[in-house]
């Protein structure tokens, strides 16, 4: 069961993608795609200009995608693939792995939640629908059009929110206060807010691509 | 031609009626629903020099007879039906053998043998004509701890025993075995069962052991031409006789059986009892009973049969060999999880607990039986010498008391069962002369290997513990020569002791390999249960993902009457896991806190930028509202 929807659910989720690509093609990446994908690549290395924290937060995100691919990896591979229980081997890294995505997270809500906070700019509709209700002009700056970050901002907020639950389904049941239904309860929590972690990630990943290749 | 068709009618109408008799259920096959004890005031039969039911027994009999079961209780029970339960139908090839049980185990000190024997097709033991057991010596060897029946009662082939048979007669079904409450019943002691099955007194042995009868002299004794219904005396020897208690028979000839339908436990533990030679716990009083006994409940609460005596012996997929209604529940996660299949709640049966295993991963129900946590002695660095009634002969006479003593069974080895689960096990390596023939190891006849390993290890002391002689390379070497010599083995001859295979090369040289038939034959240990609070797993993780824990990392002693092969093996090597990995693992859970650690405080962290950026949308819309006012 869980096999067939995070199948469906991923390719649903990439076919989306490509459809985005095709119906909203971001013009500047293929003017010169070479130089685009070297752009792109050149951003997994720390900038000289990045103050000391703009560095942590750099390195910081770096490692929060690679344990979210091994996490990705190790966690669907066998449930997709295989059809089977994540055992063995992959456990291990997984639950090594695990820890120290929890910490980048925790570092990246600190540091990008100010970033990422919703302004009235984000939603131009929303604000005039408040206007109307509450009849008082905006005090805030009048938004001209929709922020392009909108998506980015949603998705961090949705990676935040699904995080606690993805991480305390599983430290949870490690302790003793859940018995066998529980913990079976539990294990289905942590395995589908997992897919849809997973997902999100992808979209919030795709989203920050294309702002930079737009750049 | 017509003398022919009306001889085929008659022998048609016999057969039919024989048919009819069988089906034909006796007064006491079916209960009237009462759960009242019935009274057994019952007259005795004998049973006749041509296997006939003979005359009512009285105590004014010129010659007493014992009484038969077969004909005192099949009076009211169906003998022929309660012949193919369990504990009596193990010649029955066409029984299926169901999960591999305790072998009887033919130990010889002497030859360096130890070898699990059964009539079972469980794989790896072998059966008892294989050694040139006939199925009389079998019983004379082991039928001390049989409720009769079985081999005891098969028709012997080999025409030297015909008279021998015809002395000591068969060995009936012992009802009182198992059924009779009386405290007199003498299963071990002096002149009980086990003496007459000893002395061959298979017709007498089931009368002998009951509380009002009493059994002296000895079929083994006696010359071929004997006849038990017809003695004479002979000299300088005691003929078998019985004499019945002279209050034993009321006014009608009538003898009172104080029988129970429900088996007491201490019947059941005459042939099932273990102990565990740990040194803490090596006496009876210092070591406690199955927690389910200690509960209130007896042995046959779960192990339940009906007239039939299909007893249930209360393994996982056992339902797939035994058609009784109740076997799906009788197990250890039928009684206290229910059958999820069932149409109306089953679990909680008899008052078990519903286990809540907080903490458990469910992933461990998937790779262990409930007994690997909960079953058996808690396991030690090293596995423990294990004695069990049957193999060590316990609750008879003369028991060798010392813990070295043959066969060695070594418990609790955690290894995989064909289902993938892993279990508790009782262990035994078998050591036996054979002869290899492609890949097929025989075990060679006894009384062969008395005649030349018996005179090469004779050379040695043998310790008077009962333990193995030390044997060395050298006295392989020799017996293997001397075994080749000899016509009457065909194929190389060769020995299985520790695991390997010794045999000898082109140039006489002794090599030795791992070999399938040196493999150890496992049983699973059912009990003693322990109670949850002293189940594995109830402190931490660490009782078995330690890197020293002796779940996966304990070691299993390699039984061998070769000194130098004397050595241990990892319990991991019986349970199919990689030790580097399961090593590996179980170091990971000295981080496990740390995780723990790491992973709350970092949810704390995200749940505080949660809240915080929450409570400044609401002042957002709190401010917005204000503003309106």
């Not at chain 2, 078998?430 to 290899?436: H, K, Q, R, V």
Request: with cysteine; glycine share 8%; proline share 7%.
């Amino acid at each position: 069961m869980f096999q067939t929807i995070s199948i469906v659910a991923f390719a649903v989720t990439f076919g989306c993608m490509v459809l985005n690509c095709v119906i909203s093609p971001c013009k500047e990446c293929w003017r010169h795609p070479l130089r685009k994908l070297v752009h792109l690549f050149t951003l997994l290395f720390i900038e000289q200009k990045l103050s000391p924290v703009g560095v942590l937060r750099k390195v910081v995100y770096l490692l929060a995608m690679l344990c979210f691919v091994i996490l990705a990896v190790t966690g669907f591979y066998p449930t997709i693939i295989l059809g089977e229980h994540i055992s063995g081997y992959l456990v291990m890294v997984h639950a090594t792995f695990a820890p120290i995505f929890a910490i980048c997270l925790a570092i990246l809500a600190v540091m990008w939640a100010r970033r990422c906070r919703f302004a009235y700019s984000d939603w131009p509709w929303f604000q005039r629908t408040v206007q109307r209700v509450t009849l008082v002009k905006s005090a805030g700056e009048q938004a001209q059009c929709e922020s392009s970050g909108l998506g980015q901002k949603i998705t961090f907020w949705l990676i935040i929110f699904l995080a606690l639950p993805l991480i305390l389904s599983i430290i949870l049941s490690m302790f003793p206060l859940f018995g066998t239904h529980w913990q079976e309860l539990l294990l289905s929590t942590h395995r589908y807010t997992a897919l849809v972690f997973a997902l999100v990630v992808i979209v919030h990943t795709y989203l920050v691509i294309r702002t930079k290749m737009q750049e | 031609m017509l003398l022919l068709c009306f001889s085929a009618a008659t022998v048609c109408f016999a057969n039919e009626a024989v048919g009819a008799n069988a089906d034909q259920k006796k007064l006491g096959d079916e209960s009237d629903g009462s759960r009242a004890h019935p009274t057994h005031l019952i007259p005795l039969f004998y049973e006749n020099d041509n296997g006939e039911k003979g005359e009512k027994i009285t105590p004014d009999d010129e010659l007493l007879l014992p009484f038969s079961t077969r004909w005192t209780c099949g009076e009211c029970h169906s003998y022929g039906i309660i012949g193919k339960g369990w504990h009596f139908n193990a010649t029955d090839p066409n029984v299926a053998p169901g999960r591999p049980g305790q072998p009887w185990i033919l130990a010889d000190a002497r030859t360096g043998t130890q070898i699990p024997l059964s009539y079972r097709r469980w794989p790896g033991t072998f059966k008892p004509e294989q050694l040139g057991l006939t199925p009389r010596a079998f019983t004379k060897l082991f039928g001390r701890h049989t409720p009769g029946g079985g081999a005891g009662e098969l028709e012997t082939e080999d025409p030297d025993e015909i008279m021998r048979q015809f002395i000591s007669g068969k060995l009936e079904i012992n009802c009182l075995s198992c059924h009779n409450a009386h405290p007199g019943q003498n299963q071990g002691g002096m002149g009980g069962y086990a003496v007459q099955i000893a002395r061959e007194n298979f017709r007498w042995a089931a009368a002998g052991a009951c509380e009002f009868a009493s059994v002296s002299g000895s079929a083994t004794d006696m010359p071929e031409t004997y006849d038990p219904f017809m003695p004479e005396p002979v000299r300088d020897k005691i003929p078998p006789t019985i004499s019945y208690r002279e209050d034993a028979f009321d006014r009608e000839n009538q003898v009172f059986f104080d029988i129970l339908r429900e088996v007491p436990a201490h019947r059941c533990y005459f042939c099932h009892s273990n102990l565990y030679l740990d040194k803490k716990h090596a006496e009876k009083w210092s070591s406690d009973e199955d927690v389910h006994l200690k509960a209130g409940l007896t042995c046959v609460d779960c192990h339940r049969n009906g007239i039939d005596h299909k007893i249930i012996r209360g393994y996982e997929s056992e339902d797939t060999v035994l058609r009784n209604p109740l076997v799906a529940t009788s197990s250890c996660e039928g009684c206290h999880l229910g059958d999820k299949y069932s149409s109306s709640p089953v679990a909680g049966r008899l008052g078990a607990p519903v286990p809540e295993h907080p903490g458990i991963p469910p992933v461990h129900f998937e790779k262990l039986t409930c007994t690997a946590c909960h079953s058996g002695p808690w396991p030690s660095q090293k596995t423990h010498l294990t004695k069990t009634s049957r193999a060590h002969r316990l609750g008879t006479l003369n028991v060798n008391k010392s813990h070295d003593v043959l066969p060695h069974i070594i418990s609790p080895v955690f290894a995989k069962q064909p289902n993938g689960k892993i279990t508790p096990h009782k262990l035994l390596w078998p050591a036996f002369w054979g002869s290899l023939k492609g890949q097929d190891v025989t075990p060679i006849a006894l009384e062969i290997v008395r005649q030349t390993a018996g005179k090469v290890i004779a050379k040695e002391k043998l310790p008077l513990s009962g333990n193995w002689p030390a044997l060395t390379a050298e006295h392989i070497t020799e017996v293997l020569t001397l075994l080749s010599s000899q016509k009457s083995i065909k194929g190389e001859p060769v020995y299985i002791s520790g695991g390997k295979l010794y045999s000898l090369d082109d140039s006489a040289k002794l090599c030795e390999e791992e070999h399938q038939s040196a493999k150890p034959y496992l049983w699973p240990i059912g009990h003693n249960v322990r109670p949850a609070a002293q189940s594995l797993g109830v402190r931490y993780c660490t009782d078995c993902h330690a890197t020293d824990a002796p779940f996966f990392f304990g070691d299993v002693t390699v039984d061998s009457p070769i000194v130098a092969a004397r050595e241990a093996k990892k319990m991991i090597e019986f349970q199919g896991i990689s030790p580097s990995y399961a090593w590996a693992f179980a170091f990971s859970f000295v981080f496990r806190p740390f995780m723990k650690f790491i992973c709350l405080g970092s949810c704390a962290v995200l749940a505080g930028v949660l809240l915080l950026y929450a409570l400044k949308l609401l002042a957002c819309v709190a401010k917005a509202l204000t503003e309106r006012d």
